[in-house]
């Protein structure tokens, strides 16, 4: 009997992908547990493994969007050919098998917890490749369409009827882009029967353009940064910090610093101690706004979990740095090291992605001055570390002198309906004394 290649169910919040690379062609002979396929999801992408032997037959192509549940392709059982360590050399291209249909896509239920996901796909996934900041997922048919939980909030808010739009999501899916393009097209007196984004009714490239579709991840970058400008009410208040003191530190103290723990002694771990301290002082800034039948609450956490921004070829990834208050200097750096590369490296699970309370990002390592950075949703504060220059300062403070120092800008963009102005200001003030005094740090005051 044919064995079904199914698109794996992952998370509740994850639906569907796009089926990025295929590593068999069709009728490779497929070992069981060899990586058929990577799909990408707007959170991760992970290799699909084989559950049997046999030969591969391809019922979808690299780039299709499929949903969780879907058939995409069959085993059939057959003996490993003689020497079949791979693709056959004059592998013919692959086409979608006539004995194959593939389903129209259908809602799939989460399985319980205590059932094996074998009972519900023929193929499984490997260990998490990459991953992006968690979101909101997809939910059944609200109002005659498929939606996200968000753009049914949205939806809401803006007093818009989901079934006027046409979504642009999976299988026909309405998510949140979908519903502000229309409140914008509505805002301007173009409101059609069907509201679609501005994208679908774009122009065609003008001469030397090309086009290229996003990946799921860079999707859910984009509507994220769109949601979090949307629905909270940010604002960033900036500071500098004098960093010759942490400078001279690490100077001083590098080669042993490095000898005893072997990881190298950075600026980040400075940081992220410096942000422990100021959560703790200002607690709010450590806390969400959450939403509960129908009223807002304030989520108070008593654990500071620093997201720390990654860039990789795919785009931004923000892993988290659980539990930062425990930490010695030592183990935040090898922290921050291990989740750096493996994040470059396509290597985070979607479980190191989410649930983070506060985010560091550093855009001096690519040379920024000044940012205003944008929250990490349902974060409530982000702080932005910037390029060191030399500038000249009254050095030392009070003196009347001028000397020329290392200063570094720092901004704090935070959530203004949580988060008082004053507060945030003495938060990041409380940062800058940590990093301009680091006894401060060993001292816990």
């Not at 299709?64 to 490993?80: C, F, P, S």
């Not at 984009?222 to 960033?236: E, G, I, N, W």
């Not at 932005?384 to 704090?412: C, D, F, T, W």
């Amino acid at each position: 009997m044919p064995t079904n290649i199914t698109v794996p169910f992952i998370a509740d919040s994850i639906t569907s992908g796009v089926i990025s690379k295929w590593h068999k062609n069709d009728g490779d002979f497929v070992k069981r547990d060899e990586p058929i396929l990577d799909l990408e999801t707007d959170k991760v992408t992970m290799a699909v493994l084989a559950t049997e032997a046999g030969v591969l037959k391809r019922s979808a192509k690299e780039g299709d969007t499929v949903d969780v549940g879907q058939v995409i392709g069959l085993l059939e059982a057959g003996a490993e050919p003689k020497g079949a360590n791979g693709p056959a050399a004059n592998s013919t291209p692959p086409t979608a098998p006539a004995s194959v249909k593939t389903p129209a896509p259908a809602k799939v239920s989460a399985p319980a917890p205590e059932a094996p996901r074998s009972s519900m796909v023929a193929a499984s996934p490997a260990p998490a490749l990459q991953a992006a900041a968690g979101g909101a997922g997809l939910n059944g048919p609200a109002s005659g369409a498929f939606a996200t939980p968000l753009a049914k909030k949205l939806a809401a808010e803006h007093n818009v009827d989901l079934s006027k739009l046409t979504g642009t999501g999976g299988a026909g899916r309405i998510r949140e882009q979908d519903v502000l393009a229309f409140v914008q097209s509505r805002g301007s007196g173009n409101v059609t029967a069907s509201a679609k984004p501005a994208a679908a009714t774009a122009p065609a490239p003008g001469a030397g353009a090309t086009r290229e579709k996003m990946s799921p991840l860079r999707q859910r970058i984009a509507q994220r940064l769109v949601h979090a400008q949307h629905a909270a009410a940010m604002l960033t208040t900036f500071n500098e910090v004098d960093m010759g003191a942490v400078m001279e530190l690490r100077k001083t103290y590098k080669e042993d610093f490095e000898k005893k723990h072997g990881i190298g002694l950075g600026f980040m771990g400075f940081f992220v101690k410096a942000a422990v301290s100021a959560l703790k002082a200002f607690p709010m800034v450590n806390a969400y706004i959450v939403e509960e039948g129908g009223q807002l609450l304030v989520e108070k956490h008593t654990s500071c979990d620093i997201a720390v921004a990654v860039s990789t070829p795919k785009g931004l990834v923000v892993p988290v740095l659980r539990q930062s208050e425990t930490k010695s200097m030592a183990q935040i750096e090898a922290g921050i090291k291990d989740l750096a590369v493996r994040g470059r490296d396509g290597k985070l699970g979607l479980d190191e992605m989410q649930g983070g309370t506060f985010t560091i990002t550093n855009g001096g390592v690519f040379g920024s001055l000044m940012s205003t950075p944008i929250l990490n949703a349902p974060q409530s504060a982000i702080l932005g570390m910037h390029a060191i220059k030399n500038r000249p300062m009254e050095y030392p403070i009070g003196s009347g002198q001028v000397a020329v120092r290392p200063m570094m800008y720092l901004a704090l963009s935070y959530d203004h309906r949580i988060i008082d102005g004053a507060e945030a200001v003495q938060f990041l003030v409380r940062i800058k004394q940590n990093i301009e005094d680091p006894q401060r740090l060993l001292l816990e005051i």
